[in-house]
Structures are given as C-alpha cells and as structure tokens.
C-alpha cells in the first residue's frame, strides 16, 4: 500500500485559521492531482476542493472565498489553506493524491474542530 502523510489538524477558534498538508510517504510519486474531502459525524463523505494536473481548481460553495487548494511542485506536498474557519467546517479531512499514471491515493484522515 501506498501510505499518505496527512497533517495539520487541530482545534481552532471561529475564525481562526489551520493549514493542512498531504504528500507521499517517502517521495515515491510526485503529485499530479490533489483532492480534499471532508467527513463529518453521520454524513457522507463530500469533496472540499480539487485541483487537476492543468492547474484548474473547484471549490465546494460552502468553502468558496475561505479555503485554498495547492500543490508545491518543489516540495512535492498538497495544502489545505483553511481561513475564517467556522463550527461547520468540523470534520475529519482526508486528501487524495493522483500520480501522472492516473492512479489514486487515499490519506488516513486528519481531525479539524472549530469551536470556541
């Protein structure tokens, strides 16, 4: 399996602001694509934003203006910028990185709670 380092989750204030980071373990792919999802208590599964291999991105409405989707070439390494953080942003994030063949992988999740 290819493993997927996941990070910068937290607690955050309303308002507040947290990065969250994703790349392979080891280097062993460079990113072509990167994907965050989100996952809060007894909902599905929905995607965050996404950001192809031309460089186009998506947002879901509710994060449009708030987050920003990225990928470091050189560092080799996707981001979540997360501002104006709200309780309704609180759930597990999780990013899915594709390699240039196509293929697809999955990280382990990462806890975001806003919350005063």
């Known amino acids: 399996q290819v493993r997927l380092v996941e990070s910068g989750g937290g607690l955050v204030q309303p308002g507040g602001s947290l990065r969250l980071s994703c790349a392979p373990a080891?280097?062993?792919?460079?990113?072509?694509?990167l994907y965050w999802y989100r996952q809060a208590p007894g909902k599905e599964r929905d995607l965050v934003a996404g950001?192809?291999?031309?460089?186009?991105?998506n947002y879901a409405d509710s994060v449009k203006g708030r987050f920003t989707i990225s990928i470091d070439n050189a560092k080799n390494t996707g981001y979540l910028q997360m501002n104006s953080l709200k309780p309704e942003d609180t759930a597990v994030y999780y990013c899915?990185?594709?390699?240039?063949?196509?293929?697809?992988?999955w990280g382990q999740g990462t806890q975001v709670t806003v919350s005063s």
């Open positions: 950001i192809s291999s031309r460089g186009i991105t």
């Open positions: 080891g280097n062993i792919f460079s990113i072509d694509a």
């Open positions: 899915k990185l594709g390699d240039a063949y196509g293929h697809e992988y």
